[in-house]
């Protein structure tokens, strides 16, 4: 704005007091916008030259005309004149216009100003408002029936008002659904209420409702409000009941040997019908052919009202032939008063002519094995007495004599029962002692914090069979617990499992919780700490299980490492008798192991204890079945793994850092990868850190220290020592960790540990063909020339799921250092289900490795006169080992009960069994029930007291007198 128009406005203004007044209207309008027109009114006497109108308006004016916008600031607007009307003459008046964007009723703008002065409206009247209402209408079944919108004014008027009318399709169509409609409704002075009317064309379809509009437009003399009036056209078309459906079923039948057999299929209608129901049927090829599988049926089914339920019937031709099963269809088609949902049904005609799959196992031989090697602490020494310390790699005992840990873990305490499992089937100082008896030397006791709180008392326990635990705490149980090993000659590391009672390890991975603080942690530690000072039975402090979550380092509230430290200074300070057990983390500079499996982080961040000499690094590894770590796929493996071991915690032990303890492992032993992870484990852990055979440590050192998890069998991952019955033991686990046992010895007998003293005997017994049902066969182990001295017994049935063909069984082989001939024992295979046998027994040959054997001679010596077979010397007892109701597996032993020597025996079997298999002898003849048994050529010799044994498999059902020898 120029400063000469602003001086013209002031000079008017100057020169009369002018009164200004405004008027405002809309000419017309609609849903989004409006024309209006403000007309600005000089009341003075004097004209004017130049005017300026300010104002508020809460819309958007997009177009002005015989004016100029000089501002607009938020709603405020500014507009002068136009130049060619500037001039207002004495009670003249000028017009400016525009058009404005704006939803609904147009507002009137406020707080005019001309000139500077305010100035009010005059009062012009506004324009009524004409809206359109909703309508809805009935459908109907034929012709048209009206859909009435409504249309109304606000207020009458002076002056006729028109406004412009069309419908618009919306799910509803024009032409099918309703007669499409416009024109013009015209409301003389005074009227409000006009009617618009839309023909609806009525239907019989089953619809859902349907809508259009009708929408108003062009509006004179008045503004438009409710623009769009919805028409709803309502369905009254109620759908007929559906039709039923037709289902043909599968079917499955034995094809038979000759002649035809019925394959019956069933036709099912999904619900009767008031009206008779027909479909068609036709067989149709598949494997099976017409004529020669099958004959080719078709035809019409007629369901009458009220039934369901029709069968077709399609001769099956029976044959001989070995052949697959086979298929062929039955189609229904053309179907009337119903429709189809199953149109197909397959007829399956299973062979019953071809063989079942045959169960074999192959001999195998197997080496040795490195000996059981000894180490003996001198006689009165008294090795494993007192409390125990480090040195280097090494475990000592209070006479500095080197000692192994080797112990079991016996959980429950750390569980809301309070008490170690298995007390509400045994007493707890049996189950110790059948610990000792298989060889454990330490037990790993779990616990909680929450064991010490005054609210946890000890519940699943039979105090009938454990009287002297009624009424304990958990505390006191611990302590029966730990005299009872103080007289067994047992040790006791006790282990912080987690913070609040509950299974397996804290759910944060860390030691504390938002219950028991880390202070509390170290308080319960040092507590147990001072309560057990000066019994060496408790010889340490595995101070949290699994710290997963924690870091090696860094500092911070889940530094393991510091953590470890701190709580391991004050429990020395308690009690400085003690070994600290540190276990380690799951990741280390993203290297991920067993939970409490790495320590990679000792290398660069070594546990720094106030007392040297006590600490011990803990690991836990676990195989396979646990979980399958990408190491056990690798394609070296099972060979890869002592480097693995080695990377993440056995470093410790080799570099001679400190001791290290597995205080974690544990397996069923049923997945063959377990069984080789534990073969190549219990290299390293007694020495042999490469697994080539050779122990690696110095002589008289011990390899890694370990408790097996778990004796428990409610372990669900592992199982247990035990089995299910909390008595029997797992005879394969105890034989395998057979080698690294070590035993204390306090009364002065001197201790004794094995190592590499087992190999696996591996059977691999195979099904000629994979099964569509499951197939299961017994097996069992029968000595020969090798006996329980030289392997572990073992039997147990296998179980091929369908498409399995191939199953392992692993028999412990017991390593000597005895130089002698090779030796065999039997696998026998007995009581198939769903197969036969074709070669059902095997011999595991032990291959002696321990140097040169002196070759027999070919005439043995004999110490006298040798007893012809048939006199009274020899005893023969026959067991049944396997008995499957059509069919045995025996064992024979016979024994020279003479006073001299005996050579090429021969003794009669009178049995109505038929002998199918042999092994440690030879059937010479068989006639009428009578088999004459000759020995074989090893076992021919017996000399006075001597025995030996052989054995068969029979078909036949056993009886009291099935076995009667003639001898």
């Known amino acids: 704005m120029s400063a000469g128009y602003i001086a013209r406005l002031a000079l008017a203004a100057m020169g009369a007091a002018m009164t200004y007044g405004v008027d405002f209207s809309v000419s017309s309008s609609w849903n989004s916008g409006f024309i209006g027109s403000v007309s600005v009114k000089n009341a003075a006497s004097s004209g004017t030259n130049g005017w300026l109108v300010e104002f ?211 036709l099912t209608l999904s619900a009767s019908s008031a009206a008779k129901v027909t479909v068609g049927y036709q067989t149709q090829d598949g494997t099976a052919l017409v ?124 569980s809301g029962r309070f008490s170690p499992d298995g007390l509400n089937v045994r007493n707890y100082k049996d189950m110790m002692q059948q610990m000792v008896d298989l060889g454990f030397n330490t037990i790993r006791l779990p616990f909680s914090d929450q064991l010490f709180d005054a609210a946890s008392a000890p519940n699943g326990i039979d105090f009938s069979k454990n009287p002297d635990l009624a009424g304990l705490s958990g505390l006191q149980i611990m302590d029966k617990i730990v005299d009872a090993a103080g007289q067994l000659g047992l040790k006791i590391i006790l282990d912080h499992h987690r913070s609040s009672a509950g299974a397996g390890t804290s759910e944060n991975g860390l030691w504390y919780n938002g219950t028991y603080s880390e202070q509390a942690w170290i308080n319960d530690w040092t507590m147990l700490a001072k309560h057990f000072a000066g019994n060496s039975t408790v010889i340490g402090a595995d101070l949290h299980n699994e710290p997963y979550n924690g870091t090696w380092g860094g500092g911070g509230a889940t530094d393991w490492a510091a953590a470890a430290e701190r709580a391991g200074n004050a429990v020395l300070t308690a009690n400085p008798n003690w070994l600290i057990f540190v276990e380690g983390v799951a990741s280390y500079q993203n290297n991920y192991y067993w939970w409490g499996g790495n320590l990679m982080g000792v290398k660069d961040r070594p546990i720094q204890l106030s007392s040297p000499g006590h600490l011990v690094y803990s690991a836990h590894d676990y195989p396979n079945s646990i979980y399958g770590q990408p190491w056990f796929s690798d394609p070296s493996f099972p060979n890869n793994l002592p480097a693995k071991f080695d990377q993440m915690w056995g470093y410790i032990a080799r570099e001679n850092i400190a001791p290290v303890y597995l205080g974690e492992f544990g397996s069923k032993l049923t997945d063959p990868k377990d069984v080789a992870w534990l073969s190549k484990l219990q290299s390293y852990l007694s020495g042999d850190y490469d697994a080539n055979g050779t122990r690696d440590i110095a002589t008289g050192q011990q390899g890694v220290s370990w408790t097996w998890w778990s004796w428990n069998p409610n372990s669900g991952d592992t199982g247990g020592i035990l089995k299910d019955d909390w008595t029997g033991v797992q005879t394969d686990k105890v034989a395998s960790l057979q080698p690294l046992m070590f035993h204390f010895n306090a009364d002065g007998t001197g201790g004794t540990t094995s190592v590499n003293g087992t190999t696996s005997a591996t059977f691999t017994v195979t099904l000629s063909a994979a099964a569509a049902t499951p197939v299961s066969v017994d097996y069992t182990t029968l000595p020969g020339t090798a006996d329980a001295t030289d392997f572990t017994a073992a039997k147990g049935t296998l179980t091929f799921a369908p498409g399995e063909t191939t199953k392992i069984v692993t028999v412990a082989v017991q390593g000597d250092a005895t130089a002698e001939a090779n030796e065999t024992f039997q696998f026998a295979l007995s009581a198939p289900r769903n197969a036969d046998l074709g070669h059902g027994t095997a011999t595991a040959t032990i291959v002696n490795d321990d140097g040169g054997v002196v070759a027999p001679p070919t005439s043995p010596p004999s110490t006298g006169t040798p007893t012809p077979t048939g006199t009274a010397l020899l005893a023969a007892k026959t067991t049944v080992v396997n008995d499957w109701g059509t069919g045995v597996v025996t064992s024979t032993a016979l024994k020279n009960t003479g006073s001299a020597a005996l050579d090429d025996w021969t003794i009669k079997l009178k049995t109505p069994l038929e002998i199918t298999n042999i092994w440690n002898a030879e059937i010479v003849s068989h006639t009428n029930g009578e088999y004459v048994i000759h020995s074989a050529a090893w076992n021919h010799h017996l000399d006075p007291g001597q025995e030996i044994s052989f054995g068969f498999q029979a078909a036949g059902h056993t009886t009291a007198g099935s076995f009667d020898w003639v001898i």
């Not at 500077?116 to 209408?137: F, H, K, M, N, Q």
């Not at 618009?168 to 409301?187: E, M, R, V």
């Not at 859902?208 to 409710?226: M, N």
């Not at 309502?234 to 394959?263: F, K, M, R, Y």
């Open 56 to 266: 508020d308006a809460p819309f958007e004016i997009t177009n002005l005309w015989n004016g100029t916008i000089v501002s607009h600031v938020g709603n405020h607007y500014v507009v002068r004149d136009a130049g060619w009307n500037s001039a207002i003459a004495p009670n003249g008046s000028v017009t400016f216009g525009f058009q404005a964007a704006s939803q609904g009723t147009p507002p009137s703008p406020t707080r005019f100003t001309v000139n500077g002065e305010s100035a009010s409206p005059t009062g012009a009247p506004a324009l009524p408002v004409i809206s359109i209402s909703d309508s809805s209408v009935t459908e109907g079944n034929s012709g048209t029936l009206p859909a009435s919108f409504k249309v109304s004014l606000t207020a009458a008027s002076n002056e006729p008002i028109t406004v412009a009318y069309s419908s618009l399709n919306g799910s509803a169509t024009a032409g099918s659904d309703y007669t499409a409609t416009s024109g013009t409704l015209t409301f003389a002075p005074g009227e409000t209420t006009k009617t618009i009317s839309v023909p609806v064309i009525d239907d019989t379809l089953v619809e859902s409702s349907e809508t259009f509009q009708v929408r108003l437009s062009s509006a004179t003399k008045a503004t438009i409000g409710q623009a769009i009036g919805t028409g709803t056209i309502l369905n009254d078309d109620a759908a007929p009941p559906p039709s039923p459906s037709i289902s043909v079923s599968d079917v499955s039948l034995q094809e038979g040997s000759g002649g035809t057999t019925n394959a019956v299929f069933t």
């Open 291 to 414: 004529g020669s599988d099958y004959t080719a049926t078709s035809g019409t089914l007629t369901f009458n009202p009220g039934e369901t339920v029709k069968t077709v019937v399609v001769p099956v031709t029976g044959d001989v032939q070995t052949e697959a099963s086979e298929t062929f269809k039955l189609n229904l088609l053309q179907p009337t008063g119903a429709t189809l949902a199953k149109a197909q049904g397959t007829a399956t005609i299973v062979d019953d002519d071809a063989p079942r799959p045959t169960l074999s196992v192959a001999d195998i031989s197997v080496a040795e094995g490195n000996p059981v090697v000894t180490s003996t602490g001198s006689t009165g020494s008294g090795v494993g007495s007192g409390f125990f310390h480090t040195q280097g790699s090494q475990i000592l005992d209070a006479a500095g004599h080197t000692v192994k840990i080797a112990g079991v873990n016996w959980f429950g305490m750390e």
